[in-house]
């Protein structure tokens, strides 16, 4: 499915910085990618928004994204490169807003945060022949990211009005997990509802469990609710992993009452 977003006037102004969010983790993978940003333009900085994302998960690529990239300056461009599809049909684009960029697949990764902005324009970014069909990180998106820093946003590729929409359900009390994160906190999209204890429905599992405005309030060995960062209820177990017990799924459908 494909959704139209309206564009807007063209807007110049400086850039600066390239945040990059992959899935990528500790590999060479990340350190290359900056070798070529550094090469095309060395006087910007990088920065590392998240590289744990769990492997071709695009609902949690998803969830950070959309939920963070308001911390960083205007003018930064977002360099998102969780992309199951690599070396198929699947277009590569970048897109600037009113504020930022965003370089990325154009598999659902940015319609989050892109339908919280006005869009300026899109454009297809062109693939080399000699591009990695597993690499496009490098290839691709960090070329294009560069590129944007020195200026050269509409010379990258034709321009497009659609990109690929991939919402992320949520509807009063139910919603979805959208992450785990590393300290195995169950992330739902789902809002706080300012009370006490809970029903949480997750498939076959039916828990009740008591809400905690802190970690330190709750009880040892005791699954419990509390209010994320980012505004909405995550399932948490004091000092150790919710999810070793739970194992529960990014995308899995969850029940909140």
């Not at 309030?217 to 005791?222: L, M, Q, T």
Request: net charge positive; hydrophobic share 40%; aromatic share 8%.
């Amino acid at each position: 499915m494909r959704a139209l977003i309206g564009c807007g006037k063209n807007i110049n102004r400086k850039i600066n910085m390239i945040v990059l969010l992959t899935d990528f983790g500790l590999s060479e993978y990340v350190g290359v990618m900056k070798g070529i940003i550094g090469n095309i333009s060395e006087d910007l900085k990088v920065v590392d928004l998240c590289h744990n994302v769990s492997p071709q998960n695009l609902i949690e690529a998803s969830w950070i994204l959309s939920n963070n990239y308001n911390y960083f300056p205007a003018n930064s461009v977002f360099c998102c490169v969780v992309d199951p599809g690599v070396g198929t049909a699947r277009k590569a684009i970048a897109v600037k807003t009113e504020k930022y960029y965003f370089v990325g697949p154009d598999n659902g990764l940015l319609w989050e945060t892109l339908k919280e902005q006005k869009v300026v324009e899109i454009r297809t970014l062109e693939i080399p022949e000699n591009a990695s069909r597993t690499f496009h990180g490098r290839d691709v998106f960090a070329v294009a990211a560069a590129n944007i820093v020195a200026g050269r946003f509409e010379n990258i590729g034709k321009k497009q009005e659609k990109v690929e929409k991939m919402e992320l359900f949520q509807n009063g009390n139910e919603g979805i997990i959208v992450r785990v994160d590393t300290f195995g906190n169950v992330v739902t999209n789902i809002p706080c509802l300012q009370k006490e204890k809970y029903q949480v429905e997750t498939g076959r599992k039916q828990l009740k469990m008591n809400f905690y405005p802190n970690y330190a309030s709750a009880k040892d060995n005791e699954l419990f609710l509390i209010e994320g960062s980012n505004k909405t209820l995550e399932i948490s177990l004091k000092n150790a992993n919710a999810n070793n017990i739970l194992q529960l799924k990014t995308g899995q459908r969850v029940i909140i009452s």
